[in-house]
């Protein structure tokens, strides 16, 4: 039944340690998002993937990367974790890219600590 | 400048009263979608229910109903019949396309307990 799934639900990782959190999707989406949401914040959009086109925020640090190998997974790779990138990811999903009245489904996230 | 503003922090609220949870926005662009998702603590995004800017009508899904006021440029969140499971944070959201790329911009939340 789940629709949009993340792995793991929690990541533990050493600072500078390269970590990589997990997204499938059930629904056959052509867009894909990663979000970073920190404690008692609104998310904040990293990048997205319209098919295998990669858009990146203007403010994304480098440090943080994306595959899509196909429209079911995306991963988000952390090069070189900082104890500021300790954060709660986001993946999501829409079927449009270009649609103002597409709805974006999330998936569970993955808490990520830093230590 | 802040697209999506939610003004209230936080909110008590006791079980089986309804709700109001407020959110204005800010855009220049006719056509625009607003979006409500609940986000209890175990951190999933739930979507609730979307209001399109060309809709006449009021969106409603269960016990969600979205007070859409155009030239205010409000979409409040209304829950009736609120239950302890309706505890979370609570936010609003505006879908626009900006140079040919959608964004989802988010306000700051709300959360909302209820109260026994």
């Known amino acids: ?115 | 400048a802040q697209k999506i503003t939610q003004t209230q922090p936080g909110m008590f609220v006791q079980e089986k009263e309804a709700v109001t949870l407020d959110c204005t926005y800010d855009t220049s662009d006719p056509s625009y979608g607003l979006f409500w998702y609940k986000q209890p603590s175990s951190g999933e995004m739930i979507f609730l229910i979307y209001q399109g800017s060309y809709d006449q009508q009021n969106a409603t899904e269960g016990r969600y109903s979205l007070n859409f006021q155009k030239a205010r440029k409000s979409a409040n969140l209304v829950i009736s019949a609120s239950q302890l499971g309706d505890s979370a944070m609570y936010f609003c959201a505006m879908r626009e396309v900006l140079f040919g790329n959608e964004k989802l911009t988010f306000g700051t939340g709300t959360r909302l307990t209820i109260i026994p």
């Open chain 1, 1 to 115: 039944d789940a629709m949009v799934i993340q792995n793991p639900r929690y990541q533990v990782t050493q600072f500078g340690k390269p970590v990589t959190l997990s997204c499938s999707q059930t629904l056959n989406h052509n867009v894909m998002y990663w979000y970073q949401q920190k404690s008692s914040q609104a998310p904040k959009l990293l990048f997205h993937y319209y098919d295998k086109d990669f858009n990146n925020e203007a403010d994304t640090p480098d440090n943080f990367q994306s595959r899509r190998p196909n429209t079911s997974f995306c991963f988000l790779d952390i090069r070189s974790p900082g104890l500021g990138d300790a954060a709660m990811y986001l993946c999501a999903t829409s079927r449009a890219r270009e649609s103002r009245t597409d709805t974006q489904y999330f998936g569970p996230g993955t808490r990520l600590t830093v230590l």
